[in-house]
């Protein structure tokens, strides 16, 4: 993927007062692992191609309207100073009234249209090149469909289904791992928008769109939902787990192995699958086949509940069985009235679950 070489020129030294800005931002410049969460979802410090092209398209923007801001504060404060009232004024005639300048005409009408032109050229073709990409190799394919209030995330070549974290392999400029996503909604609308890797995306329900991305840096990108879906709009959040190809395919090995069946947690598999949890969700090699809710198959292998509204820890997960209301409050997993016993031994299977 190439980018305009023009705007780059033009940003050069604006980019670099701008990196500097962000560079005192806490999360955002030189991670150094996949597990580095980039807690500032930060438009300015883009990773990667298309991230990159909406940054320099927006910091053009911005820089024609600091110079429109300048020129026309610059004249306004002349005005204000060069034509204040002064003692020795005399209010009893009129100024010299002006009627009709050509060049006054011209120089308010020619420039903001040739501005327009210059806007609308820019975006067009970063619009362009971020609909139109052009891969350098075969993408990674991945499906994303938007549930009030969570992700289910697919990896169709791989027959991998999870959940609200998104593993993908980092692209380095030798070898390019681009990934291409496939987004669909199963309710309502909704929006998809990690800052730092690519633009905002619709997922309408019964219709597909299409989203890039190829970060060249390690690190755990955060995103949101972008369009009031309900009541926890605000929690369904995007994890972006960018990780070198060996943890990548790691991970894949792991969520393409049998789920576990320890023995020992056979009495909470039994509450799962007798207070109807299975109804919604899927734990691969059981008779719990719900779609409505994540698939736990490897539950454990997430750092986080109810997308991404609680760490994945044991305070947390016996506060969600217990009820998932108090972490993530209108969330549409019911209070399911488990017993403590039950809470416990359903905890424990799921911990099983890696
Ligand atoms: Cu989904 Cu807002």
Known sequence: MTSSKGLKRNNCLFR????????????????????????????FAPIGPPAELIHQTAVLVLMICLGIFLVVGGLLLYAVLRYRQRPTDDDTNEPPQVYGSTAIELAWTVPPILIVVVLALATAR???????????????????????????????KYN????????????????????EMTLASADVVHGFWVPQLNGKEWLVPDRESKWWIQPPSLGTYLGNCTVLCGYQHANMLIRVV??????????VAQQQKAPNADPSTEAGRKDFGTNSCGSCHTIEGTTSNGIFGPNLTHFMSRKTLGSGVAPNDDENLKSWLRDPQVLKPGCLMPDMKLEPTQVDEIMAYLKTLN
């Open 160 to 179: 991998v289904v999870t959940a609200n974290e998104i593993h993908v392999p980092v692209s380095y400029l030798s070898t390019p791992r681009p990934v």
């Open 242 to 251: 960018v990780e070198s190809p060996e943890d990548f395919d790691a991970w």
């Open 16 to 43: 670099r007062a701008l990196l500097l800005l962000t560079a005192a931002l806490p999360g955002t410049v030189g991670a150094q692992s996949s597990d580095q969460v980039r807690s500032v979802q930060n438009i």
């Open 126 to 156: 970063t619009v362009g090149e971020i609909q139109n990409p052009k891969f350098a190799g075969e993408p990674l394919q991945v499906r994303i469909v938007g549930h009030r209030f969570w992700w289910e995330v697919h990896y169709p």
